[in-house]
Structures are given as structure tokens and as C-alpha cells.
Antibody, heavy 121, light 106 residues
Framework: QITLKESGPTLVKPTQTLTLTCTFS??????????VGWIRQPPGKALEWLAL???????RYSPSLKTRLTITMDSSKNQVVLTMTNMDPVDTATYYC?????????????WGQGTLVTVSS | SFELIQPLSVSVAPGQTARITCGGN??????VHWYQQKPGQAPVLLIY???KRPSGIPERVSGSNSGNTATLTISRAQAGDEADYHC?????????FGTGTKVTVL
């Protein structure tokens, strides 16, 4: 059974750096074709893809946020970490991590419950 | 950047068919995935690779993709189908989500 869970601060101040951790179980990030991605959703708005890390440690980023994002993985701990610098109130959103698999043509087939991050002074 | 446009809302009567479109430039050449999201919950994968259903998704949910439009079809709509629906694809190595559609079962 695949599960993912996001953790991190619920409140950050403008200009601060956000660090979110995705802790997963039920799969290995060393398995070929597997990835973990981050997606966010501002209140009442659409989903926005942020970043993805593959089993081979390759990283992909949203072009519009690339300069602010870093995604890393610790396979031994079954964790993926996303950092976002220079946070702004417009970054207030629920942040999700999700499992991606080539077996489903690269769709996100398992999602965490999400964590709401508010950016405010 | 690649854009996916969905209608803001779709209404359907119980027992009828709801069709939700996802428009994008030559989207038919890409694999489109669909997610259902109920209030306060994470998205759930409904359809992958245009028309394939993960295990547990009923046959009354189907998808198609051709030209500049992908379509999610929900037949015999039920109250439990009220949710937001999102299309998604990969444009080279960039993930793209649609603008989202709220489905109301009247």
C-alpha cells in the first residue's frame, strides 16, 4: 500500500525559505520509472505542478519557479524534500506530494493529504 | 508555456451524462490524465493515458483525446460525482494542469 505524507511549517513569513518534507512508504524511489512530485493549490484555485524527482535523481522544475525551487531525495529515509526560497503571500497554498509512475504513463497515481502553508507577516 | 483550458463549471442531472473538456494545442499527441478532487481532499487519479482506468474506477467513467481537445465523460451521473475535475499532461519534462472544472449534479 503506497502512502505519502507532507510535513513542514504551516506559517512562514515573506522572504523566508519554505522547506517541506514528503515521507512515503509502500514503494522505493530506487525503482526504475518511479518519481515523486510536488503540486500546489492556492485556495479556490487550480492545481499547479512545481517539481519532480526521478528514481535516477534527475530533477525537473516548473519553468516559472525554477530559480526558487530545489527538490532532493533521501532514499534511505524514504523522503523527498522541497525547498522554495523568497516566499510571498501569493505562495499561500496547499502543497501536495504525489507518486508518479511510468506504469500509468507518468500520471500521479497516489497523493498525500496535502499541507496548507500560509505566507504572512 | 503549454496551457490547458477547461470550462469553469458543468452541470448535469442525475442519471445523465457529463462531458468535461480540456483544450490545448495538439493535445491529441500527448497522454492526458484526469483527476477528481472533492472538497477538502487530495486529487484522485480517474483516467490515465487518455482513456485507461486505474483499478477501482467504474466503467461509467471514460476518456478520449483527439486533435485539440481531450474529454472526460461521466455517464449515469450520481450525487457522489460532484467534485472538481482536473486534466494534466507532460509537455516534454514540464507538468501542466488544466484550469479545473467544477461539476454540479442538479
Amino acid at each position: 500500500q503506497i502512502t505519502l505524507k507532507e510535513s513542514g511549517p504551516t506559517l512562514v513569513k515573506p522572504t523566508q525559505t519554505l522547506t517541506l518534507t514528503c515521507t512515503f512508504s509502500g514503494f522505493s524511489l530506487s525503482t526504475s520509472g518511479v518519481g515523486v512530485g510536488w503540486i500546489r493549490q492556492p485556495p479556490g484555485k487550480a492545481l499547479e505542478w512545481l517539481a519532480l524527482i526521478y528514481w535516477d535523481d534527475n530533477e525537473r522544475y516548473s519553468p516559472s519557479l525554477k530559480t526558487r525551487l530545489t527538490i532532493t531525495m533521501d532514499s534511505s529515509k524514504n523522503q523527498v524534500v522541497l525547498t522554495m526560497t523568497n516566499m510571498d503571500p501569493v505562495d499561500t497554498a496547499t502543497y501536495y506530494c504525489a507518486h508518479r509512475d511510468v506504469a500509468v504513463a507518468g500520471a500521479f497515481d497516489y497523493w498525500g493529504q496535502g499541507t496548507l502553508v500560509t505566507v504572512s507577516s | 508555456s503549454f496551457e490547458l483550458i477547461q470550462p469553469l463549471s458543468v452541470s448535469v442531472a442525475p442519471g445523465q451524462t457529463a462531458r468535461i473538456t480540456c483544450g490545448g494545442n495538439n493535445i491529441g499527441s500527448k497522454n492526458v490524465h484526469w483527476y477528481q478532487q472533492k472538497p477538502g481532499q487530495a486529487p484522485v487519479l480517474l483516467i490515465y493515458k487518455d482513456s485507461k482506468r486505474p483499478s477501482g474506477i467504474p466503467e461509467r467513467v471514460s476518456g478520449s483525446n483527439s486533435g485539440n481537445t481531450a474529454t472526460l465523460t461521466i455517464s449515469r451521473a450520481q450525487a457522489g460525482d460532484e467534485a472538481d475535475y482536473h486534466c494534466q499532461l507532460w509537455d516534454i519534462n514540464t507538468g501542466v494542469f488544466g484550469t479545473g472544472t467544477k461539476v454540479t449534479v442538479l
